[in-house]
């Protein structure tokens, strides 16, 4: 088996290695390994970007109407709300 040193490490970060190390009953080494481990197993996964996935949806509403037809529509679609409880107000 390969052998890894690791040097300057952090005094918070090898208290903390040292204290997960302790909850897991583990030697630092194997805390360190399994936290290896895992982080590379779970970036193999894909991740879904949220981004991307918003973008691929553009172009994907087919409509043979015109902008204008379809905002009046919107428009036409609308409720005046009364919510605030005041006319001529901000949100009227």
């Known amino acids: 088996m390969a052998t890894l040193q690791v040097r300057d490490i952090d005094d918070r970060l090898y208290k903390f290695l040292k204290a997960s190390a302790k909850m897991q009953n583990r030697s630092i080494s194997q805390e360190v390994i ?30 043979d109407r015109k902008a204008e037809d379809i905002i009046k529509e919107i428009k036409k679609g609308r409720n005046k709300s009364n919510r605030f409880g005041e006319k001529n107000g901000l949100f009227d």
């Open 34 to 63: 399994t936290i290896i481990q895992n982080y590379l197993n779970s970036s193999q996964k894909p991740q879904n970007n949220a981004t991307l996935e918003f973008l691929s949806l553009e172009g994907a509403w087919k409509d």
